[in-house]
């Protein structure tokens, strides 16, 4: 039964995404308790603002799909408990049965200058543990950031969040995450900041997450800017960062240049993909190198041929389901529908399986995510789904 359900849910999921949820009252209980609440460690993906209450940050389908939560008052779908039972439900009808995921012990620890560690860094799902290492954007300052993004406005609304988080502490939170083994991998990243501060931040995170958890080859990427000298990159590599990522967004250029005005400006696309090939050729292909893009700003086709001609340079691509949430210029735009996304990532997954390079042994699009952690991408899902698919044929031929 759970593995059929697997089959259906990444439409589900979609439809999740791109709709949002309502909770009722009852949805809310053990919410910041039990089971584990938002934290906006970079964006807010709500439709709607919740700053007097914990929202909880992810659900789990019966299948196993993780899910991350929008809030959206105008959602068709709603969430109430019974009993035990959190129940989604799409007008008079129960869709299906779901639950929160469970809060983490560290939640409740502080670091040892008196932090929350939830001010530092958020679990992502069932397994990743995320940080920004800093909650502002330079591109913000003359309104040229990106049309999605609403780094500087989240930390007005939600005071939850350090907007810039020290190693020494970044450490202890990693340590705490790894070491009680609820976090299998994580992800750093943050606003553009002017210079080469960022790969130096960087370089003593890797350190601080080194020295606390006692790995060498660290289960994760950073999402990054590249920096002025690319060599530089180098330099993560052997501190045994396994991955990076350089969004792009929009693989069209034209559509880079409209949607990332500040990035284009600042840094340029040619310079994105400069970074992502000489990322390659320092890590390794087959996924270890990633754009992130924001999937329904530009047509499906030409996110395709980018995804294409990127697993071909050895890039992987993460297409996430577009929330035009509060405090981005795109506030209340509609993404494309479910349907439009579960297409993407069955071609997408097609792509990158077929042509991405494989240097470093099986492809896998991005090997440190798994179905657990990508709360808002189909990518793992659909390829999940379809190897159920043809485990259930062959056991029944
Ligand atoms: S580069 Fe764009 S997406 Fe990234 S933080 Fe700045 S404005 Fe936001």
Redesign the pocket.
Known sequence: MRDELLVKEPLLKARLLVDGVRIAESGYEGVGQQFKEQVHHLFEYDFDLHQTRACPAEMRLPGGTVVQVRLNERSPFLIQREGETLRLEEGTHEIATVEWLERPAFYDLKTSVGTPMTSIAELVGEDCIAVSHTNA?M??ADGS??GF?N?NYTPKQYDEVRIKKKAAEVGEVFGAAFNSGVANHFEITG??LPGNREINILEEYLRSIRDATGLTDLPGTAIMTPPADLRDLEKLQRLGIRGLGFNLECFNPAFFRAV?P??ERQIGYETYREALRTAVDIFGAGGRIYSGFVAGVEPMEDLLEGVKELAEEGVASIPLVWSPSSGTRFHRHRPPSAEWYVELAERASALMIRHLRRDVGVPRPVPTRCTGCQTQCLLQDVIQSRIQSLQTLTSIS
Do not use: E, H, T, V
């Open positions: 954007c591109l913000f950031q990106c993004c780094l606003g553009i990332c500040g990035k």
